[in-house]
């Protein structure tokens, strides 16, 4: 994918990162690959869902980037959770992966690539060890419910922003 790809609002780039391939070339030289099934959108400083509703910090300071960096951080001590960054400067935005064709849940999928701190900032153009490309998938078609997990963010937490893909063609 290129940079370009990144640089829309996030909720016009999530159906469309559904049935891409995630790439992550590891330190030992394995290639994980698999098929992005499951993604979150969250998007600016009124997204009370968003880590940037309490403004741009040392931690979310990534997501006041242009798209196409990595946004990771650490949930219950544990598991890194991989999120994208989507649009340009001027409005915090992320896609959080949930799952993919064989990994179901965020924490499970940032294990399995074996995520941490290093990530964080990381370009996906640029980036030699993790990246998105093209899978060959086609006729896409795909869920839209409300995302899970933020119950403190009021009406926010009921935006039908998770998107989950349900049948596609090779």
Not at 2 to 28: A, Q, S
Not at 49 to 54: I, L, M, P, T, V
Not at 106 to 132: C, H, M, V
Request: proline share 4%.
């Amino acid at each position: 994918m290129d940079r370009n790809f990144y640089k829309k609002d996030v909720l016009d780039i999530c159906p469309h990162i559904l049935g891409k391939t995630l790439v992550r070339k590891c330190p030992d030289g394995t290639i994980f690959k698999e098929i992005i099934t499951e993604v979150e959108a969250y998007r600016g400083e009124e997204d009370l869902g968003c880590h940037a509703s309490k403004g741009k910090t040392e931690r979310t300071k990534v997501m006041y980037e242009n798209g196409g960096l990595i946004y990771v951080y650490l949930v219950y001590g544990m598991y890194w959770m991989l999120n994208i960054v989507t649009g340009n400067t001027t409005h915090p935005q992320a896609i959080l992966i949930r799952g993919t064709k064989n990994i179901s849940g965020p924490g499970k999928l940032g294990k399995a690539l074996k995520l941490d701190q290093t990530f964080y900032g990381e370009d996906l153009d640029t980036s030699n060890r993790i990246w998105i490309e093209e899978s060959g998938i086609k006729n896409i078609k795909y869920n839209q419910e409300p995302r899970v997990g933020i119950e403190y963010a009021k009406e926010w937490k009921d935006k039908p922003w998770r998107y989950t893909l349900t049948e596609y063609e090779i």
